[in-house]
């Protein structure tokens, strides 16, 4: 069967083409038949769309903002000129769809239906930028595929498990009855690798307790106990937490309330600083990109150093609280693109856990590794670096879905 992935940013569509049998999922994650990206960061007022199929790669300038014709036009590449790989669109079987925000409803993958639309619609206050950008996409599939099944795989999802003490705030118990809670981001990143880990170890997943390190631009843990997420550390939205990029992560409240009387802030400057001005950017002053702030390191830049050394601070403060979360811990896994790439971040964050019986392999560390067991032989936690694989998890829920 033929399975779509559309994967919708506030800035970009990534999507691609999987195909899968129908008698059950490959072992290890397949390539896809073909992908596309439209970015529209690229200048003002219009985008760019990049193609990749049968060995083949297109760059199409797009002229115009609108994201349906865009969309129109990257499916297009699916069935015409050097990227063709499909006689037809109507040989797509189902379309999966990355949704940011599912709230506490949805705990796992579902078909997409009015009520579920709504839903989506419902939580856009949650996650503004995001899930109008999914609802986008949702309806240009149903215009140009016409009744199509659709799915959404919720990245929320895999934290609904997480007990009310972690998903509780301590504030006045109404504001959680009004949906004021932890939901945590990044689920269908944090459940592939935990997937991926026991495959990797040849154990059964029920039998692990997993520390995921999802360090993107955007970054979270998460604590997972027998295949469940039991804790994480984004919350109400993905600003909670570590630092980021350009998100500060976990702050006092205060200091927003401070800006507030004394700075008169508004609401708007307020999610400026804390979500485009603050983490790696904000400190260094250099850039969001680990890659630039690290040339600064070296070039000794004070700014630099301090917002490395904060950056590894935090995340390694995090992981003490989730280890407190499990009770023990059997991996500790690296992914995204800080985690698989960045061996300095994964060096410092495992120094100092003697006590624990973790121990890197410095050289492993350093090999570029992928899908690898970076630890010791006699490490008594194993250090994992996993590729994270999110088309290809929303194609696995689709393929689910499919067969329920
Ligand atoms: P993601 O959001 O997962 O695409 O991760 C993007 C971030 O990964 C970039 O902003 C960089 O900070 C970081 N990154 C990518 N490649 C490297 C690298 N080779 N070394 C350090 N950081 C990297």
Redesign the pocket.
């Known amino acids: 069967m033929k399975i779509l992935v559309l994967n919708a940013g506030s800035s970009s569509q990534k999507s691609c083409l999987y195909q899968l049998p129908e008698t059950g999922l490959p072992e290890h994650p397949p390539s896809s038949l073909w992908s596309a990206t439209i970015d529209w960061t690229v200048a003002d007022g219009c985008g760019v769309l990049k193609v990749k199929a049968a060995g083949q790669k297109l760059e199409i300038k797009l002229e115009s903002e609108d994201r349906l014709e865009a969309i129109k036009l990257m499916l297009d590449t699916l069935v015409t000129g050097e990227t063709q790989v499909l006689k037809e669109l109507a040989e797509i079987d189902i379309v999966g769809h990355r949704v940011v925000h599912g709230g506490s409803e949805y705990s796992q993958a579902v078909l997409i239906t009015t009520p579920v639309k709504e839903a989506i619609a419902s939580l856009i206050p949650l996650a503004p930028t995001h899930n109008p950008a999914h609802l986008e996409g949702i309806k240009a599939i149903e215009q140009i595929l016409g009744d199509i099944p659709q799915v959404a795989v919720f990245d929320t999802a895999f934290h609904t498990n997480i007990p009310p003490k972690a998903a509780v705030y301590p504030i006045p118990y109404h504001w959680y009855e009004q949906g004021i809670r932890r939901y945590g981001f990044h689920g269908i990143s944090h459940k592939y690798c935990a997937a991926r880990v026991a495959q990797l170890l040849g154990k059964p997943l029920e039998s692990l307790k997993i520390i995921t390190c999802h360090l ?3 970054a979270s843990l998460a604590a997972i106990s027998g295949g469940v997420g039991i804790n994480t550390t984004m919350g109400f939205t993905p600003l909670e937490g570590l630092m980021m ?1 350009t998100r500060s992560g976990s702050i006092d409240p205060a200091i927003l309330i401070y800006l507030m009387r004394e700075w008169g802030f508004d609401a708007e400057q307020l999610n400026r600083l804390l979500n485009q001005e603050s983490g790696f950017k904000g400190v260094s002053g250099v850039s ?4 630039a702030v ?1 040339s600064a390191v070296e070039e000794g830049n004070p700014r630099a150093i301090l917002a490395f050394e904060m950056y590894i601070h935090r995340l390694k403060t995090n992981i003490g609280a989730m280890l407190a979360s499990l009770g023990g811990l059997d991996a500790l896994v690296f992914t ?3 985690g698989e ?2 061996a300095i971040v994964r060096e410092k964050a495992c120094e100092g856990w003697d006590f624990l019986g973790l121990k890197l392999d410095l050289e492993q560390n350093n090999q570029r590794p992928e899908d690898m067991d970076i630890s010791t032989p006699d490490s008594k936690v194993r250090i994992l670096v996993i590729h994270t694989e999110e088309d290809w998890a929303i194609a696995q829920e689709a393929w689910y879905v499919s067969h329920q």
Do not use: E, H, P
Request: net charge neutral.
């Open positions: 993107g631009n955007g990029g969001a990109d680990l890659r690290l995204a693109g800080i790439n960045a």
